[in-house]
């Protein structure tokens, strides 16, 4: 495993900015965006290809994807 620390791309359509940080900063940088630039409207966040594909890994790994998931109550 590599010693970098991971860091989560975040875009800012408004802004047209994107940016890199952190993972445990990730919550504290996009509200503090939004906050000071947008009045705390949630403009800036994860890069949408990040956020698609962290869902899909998550539905993945709890089974949700699998056929008798969708079976089950």
């Known amino acids: 495993m ?11 359509d408004e802004c047209e900015t994107e940016t890199r940080v952190p993972l ?3 919550a504290d940088a996009l509200e ?3 906050a000071e630039k947008h ?7 994860v890069n949408p290809a990040i956020k698609d594909r962290l869902a899909d890994l998550v539905a993945e790994d709890l089974g949700l ?3 008798d998931a ?4």
């Not at 009045?39 to 966040?45: D, L, M, P």
């Open 2 to 12: 590599s010693t970098e620390e991971l860091s989560v791309p975040i875009v800012c």
């Open 24 to 26: 445990d900063d990730l």
């Open 32 to 34: 503090r965006h939004n």
């Open 39 to 45: 009045g705390g409207e949630s403009v800036a966040e």
């Open 65 to 67: 994807f699998d056929e």
């Open 70 to 73: 969708a079976e089950r109550p």
